[in-house]
């Protein structure tokens, strides 16, 4: 059983920092594609960058290239989500998302909901003006 524990929100201002963690329990970490998905108020969720199983292959949504950092540690089971030069518009509750695929893999942003079986519960991320 997948288990995926976020954490790290919280409030700042807008051009501050945000460190997300996701722990990945119950499955060996290395066998996994994580993501990072959002969903900003009133809106639908959304990806926001995504790792492969060897963390060699990344990719990010448009608006958070050169912003956002997605970093794996497979020995601590733990994939962060480095978030520099917050906006507004990042306003949002952030899930950590996984697939099983051990393979190198260009893991998709795009409909998040679809591609990713296992969610966690969220942590809130506020960025005020």
């Known amino acids: 059983q997948v288990q995926l524990v976020e954490s790290g929100g919280g409030s700042v201002q807008s051009g501050g920092s945000l460190r997300l963690s996701c722990e990945v329990w119950?499955?060996?970490?290395?066998?996994?594609?994580i993501g990072w998905t959002r969903q900003p108020p009133g809106k639908e969720a959304e990806g926001v960058s995504c790792?492969?199983?060897?963390?060699?292959?990344?990719n990010y949504r448009d608006s958070v290239k050169g912003r956002f950092s997605i970093l794996r540690d497979n020995v601590k089971h733990t994939v962060h989500l480095q978030m520099n030069s917050l906006k507004p518009e990042d306003t949002a509750t952030y899930y950590c998302?996984?697939?099983?695929?051990?393979?190198?893999?260009?893991?998709?942003?795009?409909?998040?909901?679809?591609?990713?079986?296992?969610w966690g519960h969220g942590t809130q991320v506020t960025v005020s003006r």
């Open positions: 119950g499955v060996s970490l290395d066998e996994y594609v």
């Open positions: 790792v492969d199983y060897s963390g060699r292959l990344t």
């Open positions: 998302v996984a697939i099983r695929n051990p393979h190198p893999y260009h893991c998709p942003v795009e409909d998040p909901m679809a591609h990713y079986r296992y």
